[in-house]
């Protein structure tokens, strides 16, 4: 079973806004697979092994770069991780490309079966 929690909570001036979600899937398989991959500027195409269908979630572990992903079949980019940010979405079934900005960096990437 997949516990997966998300929390916003927004105090800025006179915006605020608080925001929380829970899910709780079953899973299928083995349950996923954690990796450290190093992400080059030329980009890098991920393996997610068994894990082919669920969430996906990915840290930048520099200090520095920022990262561009998106999947490898598809054309543009799909989203930006800044150094030391993370993010969590549902993939499909596809590999995806990460490409580093300026100098390899470091993901963490969990891919979860769901």
Known sequence: ML???VTVDLQNG???TKR????VLPQAGDGGKVSTVSVATGGTTHDFGDATRGYVFIRNLDDT??????AASASGRIGKI?????????????NYVFTADTAA???EITAFDA
């Open 3 to 5: 516990n997966l929690s």
């Open 14 to 16: 006179s915006v605020s």
């Open 20 to 23: 929380s979600v829970t899910s």
């Open 65 to 70: 770069n920022f990262v561009y992903w998106g």
């Open 82 to 94: 800044e150094a030391g940010e993370f993010a969590m979405f549902r993939r499909c079934n596809q």
């Open 105 to 107: 960096c470091l993901l």
